[in-house]
């Protein structure tokens, strides 16, 4: 073989060579500028992908702790609205049993207020039967506790606990009756009080859920910004990209031609020179 066909054969191996690594680049760029990844699958780096797929795990934990949460601030926001009622309604009975108290009224004049208090612990009853959240009431008789997870760790969790309100509530319908008195007036009095217990206690559960969820979501991003930095394309750079690989397709086709045209002159020539 001459030493024209050995250097024409070891350009055409490099133009060939860059041509295939163009086209390869080309792929991958297209790729990415169709699924919108950098990094679509273990293929394509396979490093990144199984980090990537670690952090998408934590996320997935993330939304599930935050789904509880969500269920969490919901039963909060619910129990309070309740309490709020309550404690108006509380009030408003403790009004009319004050007026009960009087010795001087009349008896049609009492009759009204007792109807009227009567309606109003029957009113204080249905608040708490209806003070329900996905199926949690911590404010009925009975009710248990409800915890929720508050981070993916587990290491963490917050817990709205029942409260006394049902059976308050339950134990000022019986003192009430037909004919309520000074009992009565003191029950009420006792009702208040654990209103405002749990009131409070509402109030802290709501303020660290709002904690845990602003700690959850901030990771989240965060988690979630890693990722895309890591999969993520670039619908730019990929423009670019693609502009880039196809001159250079163009140009080593260009090459491949040459390089081609050139062997087949100088086989030409060898072949004249036989002759």
Request: proline share 1%; net charge negative; hydrophobic share 40%.
């Amino acid at each position: 073989m001459s030493a024209i066909s050995l250097a024409q054969g070891s350009s055409l191996y490099g133009a060939h060579n860059r041509f295939s690594r163009t086209e390869e680049a080309q792929a991958q760029t297209q790729k990415g500028l169709a699924t919108g990844k950098k990094v679509a699958d273990a293929y394509d780096n396979s490093a990144a992908y199984a980090v990537a797929q670690a952090l998408t795990g934590q996320t997935n934990a993330n939304d599930a702790v935050e789904t509880g949460l969500g269920n969490a601030q919901g039963l909060a926001a619910v129990t309070q609205a309740a309490l709020v009622n309550l404690q108006d309604t509380a009030n408003e009975s403790q009004a009319t049993l004050i007026k009960l108290s009087d010795s001087s009224l009349s008896a049609t004049d009492r009759a009204a207020y007792t109807q009227q208090v009567n309606s109003q612990v029957q009113q204080l009853g249905s608040t708490v039967s209806d003070a329900s959240f996905n199926g949690a009431n911590v404010l009925a008789t009975g009710a248990a506790n409800q915890s929720y997870l508050a981070n993916a760790t587990g290491g963490s969790a917050i817990s709205i606990n029942a409260t006394a309100v049902g059976s308050l509530v339950s134990g000022l319908q019986s003192q009430v009756g037909s004919s309520p008195g000074q009992a009565a007036l003191a029950y009420a009095k006792t009702l208040q009080t654990g209103l405002g217990s749990a009131a409070q206690a509402i109030a802290s559960n709501q303020h660290d859920i709002g904690n845990y969820r602003k700690a959850n979501g901030s990771q989240t991003d965060a988690l979630n910004s890693g990722i895309g930095s890591m999969l993520d394309s670039d619908p730019a750079l990929g423009s670019t990209n693609t502009a880039g690989n196809s001159a250079k397709q163009q140009l080593a086709i260009y090459a491949l031609n040459n390089i081609n045209r050139q062997h087949a002159q100088s086989m030409g020539a060898i072949a004249n020179s036989l002759a």
